[in-house]
C-alpha cells in the first residue's frame, strides 16, 4: 500500500501560479502511476493530469493543456502538479491518487489510494 498526502494549495489571483506536491509513504512509489483530479464547490470530481511510473508518459485533461504540468521524483517519493495562468474554474480541491499499474489512465476507479486533498482557489 502507499499513502499520499497533499500539499501546496492555497489563494492565488487569476493568471499566477501554483505547485502542489504529493508525498508518498510506505510501498515502493515507482510501482504506481500517479494521477491528480479535483472537484470543485457542486460538482463531481474530475480527471486533471496522470504520469506514468518512470514519469516517461503523461496525460492531461483539455481544460489543463498547456497550464499544467506534471512531474515526479521517485527518488524523493514525490509528484507534482505546476498549475500555470490559473483562472476561476481552476478553484477546486485537488487530489493526489495512485495505483499499481503502468499505463497512464483518466478513469477515477482505476486508482486505489487517495489523499485528503489540498484546496486551490483563484480569484478573479
Known amino acids: 500500500q502507499v499513502q499520499l498526502v497533499e500539499s501546496g494549495g492555497g489563494l492565488v489571483q487569476a493568471g499566477g501560479s501554483l505547485r502542489l506536491s504529493c508525498a508518498a509513504s510506505?510501498?515502493?512509489?515507482?510501482?504506481?502511476?500517479v494521477g491528480w483530479f479535483r472537484q470543485a464547490p457542486g460538482k463531481e470530481r474530475e480527471f486533471v493530469a496522470a504520469i506514468s511510473r518512470n514519469g516517461g508518459g503523461t496525460y492531461y485533461s483539455d481544460s489543463v493543456k498547456g497550464r499544467f504540468t506534471i512531474s515526479r521524483d521517485n527518488a524523493k517519493k514525490s509528484a507534482y502538479l505546476q498549475m500555470n495562468s490559473l483562472k476561476p474554474e481552476d478553484t477546486a480541491v485537488y487530489y493526489c491518487?495512485?495505483?499499481?499499474?503502468?499505463?497512464?489512465?483518466?478513469?477515477?476507479?482505476?486508482?486505489?489510494?487517495w489523499g485528503q486533498g489540498t484546496p486551490v482557489t483563484v480569484s478573479s
Open positions: 491518487a495512485a495505483f499499481d499499474g503502468y499505463n497512464v489512465y483518466a478513469a477515477e476507479g482505476q486508482y486505489d489510494y
Open positions: 510506505g510501498r515502493t512509489f515507482t510501482y504506481y502511476v
